[in-house]
């Protein structure tokens, strides 16, 4: 369930996830899969496709005894069934992921059923795994550093908690000056004391970004409350707070000294040379025509594509078309502004080896 937004990151330091490998035919098989937080999830919500076979512990009424007169409340009993998946559906706030699609093994076979998978649920999925799948079990696998992150914005009055997710920044808590009980946010002192509560639980690492001389105050006033997240603090001047000062921290490069294998900067930095080569006329291509043409010419080094899209058959098969000529792919989360970015150039995007002359 949906952990209370104060809960001291260090805990989630051990949520990864697990994925056991059956054998593997031409990529067609069996794999286990543990998830073990949101981001886990959300992979999820990419891995699965309709016509997927998923098995998975789960429970289904059983039949109902009942008298003539007043029918007595069915009980759920735990079966284990396998179903062929129909729809996908992720609520990123409700932390569950909703399979629901036809009983093809177990009891009640022919008949609909939905599968809840949580943080802490084992399912199996068999199916044709592309490249992209296995490249992002992967990287779900490795990327235990996600959620421990944590980036405080702030200006005169006004402060956002952001925790760094695989498919962008969540938002904690945003407190604004006179909010308050009995306007104690009123005074400086008072809206650092706001500030200060959320921060106390950040055990994993912490940047503080924002305007002017604030920050410095703020930590100032941190250290004379004795709270160890801001002696490990990484101070970074930005434009601007929110959402827009978490992708100039990104795109800054700051999170890799934390951090190596960080998908959200990685993002922003390859959409940045996308608009960088667009801007001047260079060797990019964006957009379905456009990319299709740099694929048959054998010009594609890095292909982005949306996540969004990754449902769709003709993209697709224009990646695995790329993956032949040794292109790496790169897959962007809508969730964040690079992502969304790619999105208004139409959802896909390629880094060519040498200019193409545009028509």
Not at 169 to 181: H, L, N, R, V
Request: charged share 30%.
């Amino acid at each position: 369930m949906l952990r209370h937004s104060y809960q001291p990151a260090v805990q989630i330091l051990r949520d990864t996830m697990k994925a056991e490998y059956g054998k593997l035919k031409d990529r067609s098989g069996e794999i286990r899969l543990f998830p073990e937080s949101i981001d886990d999830l959300w992979h999820l919500r990419h891995l699965i496709n309709a016509g997927d076979l998923v098995f998975a512990t789960t429970f289904r009424s059983g039949d109902a005894a009942s008298d003539k007169i007043r029918p007595e409340k069915v009980e759920k009993r735990p079966v284990r069934l396998g179903i062929r998946v129909e729809r996908v559906e992720f609520s990123e706030h409700g932390v569950r992921l909703r399979l629901t699609g036809i009983i093809e093994h177990g009891v009640d076979t022919g008949e609909y059923h939905t599968i809840n998978v949580e943080t802490g649920f084992e399912i199996s999925v068999i199916k044709q795994w592309r490249p992209l799948d296995l490249e992002r079990i992967e990287r779900a696998v490795k990327a235990s550093v996600y959620g421990v992150i944590h980036i405080l914005t702030i200006e005169e009055g006004e402060a956002e908690l952001f925790r760094l997710r695989q498919y962008g920044p969540e938002s904690i808590i945003t407190i604004t000056a006179g909010s308050g009980k009995g306007g104690e946010t009123d005074t400086r002192t008072g809206f650092f004391e706001q500030v200060l509560l959320p921060i106390i639980t950040v055990s994993g690492p912490l940047i503080i970004a924002g305007p002017g001389f604030i920050k410095d105050d703020f930590i100032k006033f941190a250290k004379n409350r004795s709270c160890p997240a801001i002696d490990r603090a990484i101070v970074i001047d930005t434009r601007r707070i929110g959402r827009g000062a978490v992708q100039e921290v990104i795109g800054k490069g700051v999170l890799d000294t934390l951090i190596n294998d960080l998908q959200l900067s990685r993002e922003v930095k390859i959409m940045d040379e996308v608009l960088l080569r667009i801007s001047q006329d260079g060797a990019v291509a964006y957009g379905h025509r456009e990319v299709r043409e740099a694929i048959g010419f054998g010009a594609v080094e890095q292909v982005l594509v949306a996540d969004t899209l990754l449902r769709n058959n003709e993209i697709m098969h224009l990646i695995q078309k790329a993956e032949t000529m040794r292109a790496i792919i790169v897959v962007l989360s809508s969730g964040f502004e690079p992502g969304e970015r790619l999105i208004a150039l139409g959802g896909i995007a390629a880094l060519l080896r040498y200019r193409l002359a545009r028509q």
